[in-house]
């Protein structure tokens, strides 16, 4: 039933983006009509982005693909449940960043793993990774923003999120004595 | 703006990391082939499927990325989020980087034309973080998952953090 549901709202949210696409073609071809003069720069950049991303995106995908099939999320909560300490951080921070799937996907793993008694810090900083240091976003982040910007990003990132990690689990065992 | 040489005008630079990614995944398809072929045929079927899946919302961020640096003046964009901009022009792309529910993928081109169009590297550092960290479409799904304390604390803390990275690096690069 649960899945049946899920598959409809993917199936809505496909239709109102075809919608939208649809919507700001329509407006962006008036407007290039009105305003004749701005047609090659807006159609050069976009030519210019649309084949950047072509030649990153498939084997981005492609990455995913096979981190999804070959990684089971059985392997992932197995080891993240196991360990403690600084190899829990590392270990946490390392499975979030692998190239699986979307957040909700996480969320249910998440439970199962404070279920089974892992600390809650780990599951946040597990969370944070899977969220926002994953492997393929690093890479398109590299290609679009630079090496620079991504380093920086990236450490502060892992470094604040460790700090939230030991925030949230201080505040959620005060508040439960 | 030396770095986003990757994002320039005219010509198609192919750049070491799209070349860097294409034969890691290459390489990654190739020992996946030999270890098993079944999966990894399973594989590229899921590529394929989610390529299809971002497709359109990629075609709408290129359309609004040209729309965008075709349309909106550069002076207006530094203004409201450029350099001068102060604390409530990060404030309001880090909310809306929280509310807007576009793949992170695609938020790293949209980041690039923004700098390339006159925002600043704050800003654009908060828009991306707060995206990446913050769901306000899959709240609904935490809260009943983890509680809604945790929840609540975990996206609220997160667009303070969004924030304070941001400003390093405003103030660092």
């Known amino acids: 039933m649960k899945e049946v549901f899920r598959e409809k709202q993917m199936k809505n949210k496909k239709s109102l983006n075809l919608i939208l696409l649809g919507i ?18 807006v159609t050069r950049t976009a030519w210019n982005f649309l084949v950047e991303m072509l030649q990153i995106l498939p084997a981005v995908m492609v990455l995913m693909g096979l981190f999804a099939i070959f990684v089971p999320n059985k392997l992932i909560v197995k080891y993240l449940g196991s360990s403690s300490g600084i190899k829990g951080v590392l270990l946490a921070l390392l499975i979030g960043a692998l190239p699986t799937g979307p957040l909700y996907v996480a969320f249910p793993m998440a439970s199962a793993l404070l279920k089974k008694g892992a600390r809650i810090s780990n599951i946040i900083i597990f969370l944070s990774a899977w969220a926002c240091i994953k492997i393929p976003q690093e890479l398109m982040e590299l290609q679009f923003l630079g090496a620079y910007f991504m380093a920086l990003r990236l450490s502060l990132t892992i470094l604040f999120v460790i700090a939230m990690g030991a925030i949230i689990e201080k505040i959620m065992l005060w508040s439960k004595n | 703006m030396h770095i986003y040489a990757s994002a320039q005008y005219g010509g198609y630079v192919v750049s070491t990391t799209t070349v860097f990614i294409n034969i890691l995944a290459l390489v990654a398809l ?29 075609l709408l961020v290129i359309v609004f990325i040209g729309l965008f640096m075709g349309f909106v003046p550069r002076d207006q964009i530094s203004r409201i989020i450029g ?44 828009f991306i973080t707060t995206l990446t960290m913050i769901g306000i479409i899959t709240l609904p799904v935490e809260i009943k998952e983890l509680g809604k304390k945790m929840a609540l604390l975990r996206n609220g803390l997160s667009f303070l953090i969004a924030i304070t990275i941001a400003f390093i690096m405003g103030a660092i690069l």
């Open chain 1, 24 to 41: 700001s073609l329509a407006i962006a071809v008036i407007l290039l009509l009105i305003f004749p003069d701005k047609q090659t720069v």
């Open chain 2, 83 to 126: 350099n001068q901009a102060g604390f409530w022009g990060i404030f309001i792309i880090a909310l809306f980087g929280a509310i807007s529910h576009i793949p992170s993928l695609i938020s790293f081109p949209l980041g690039a034309s923004l700098i390339e169009s006159g925002a600043s590297l704050t800003a654009v550092a908060a």
């Open chain 2, 30 to 58: 190739f020992i996946a082939f030999i270890k098993d072929r079944k999966k990894t045929k399973q594989s590229l079927i899921i590529a394929l499927k989610s390529f299809i899946k971002i497709l359109p919302a990629l």
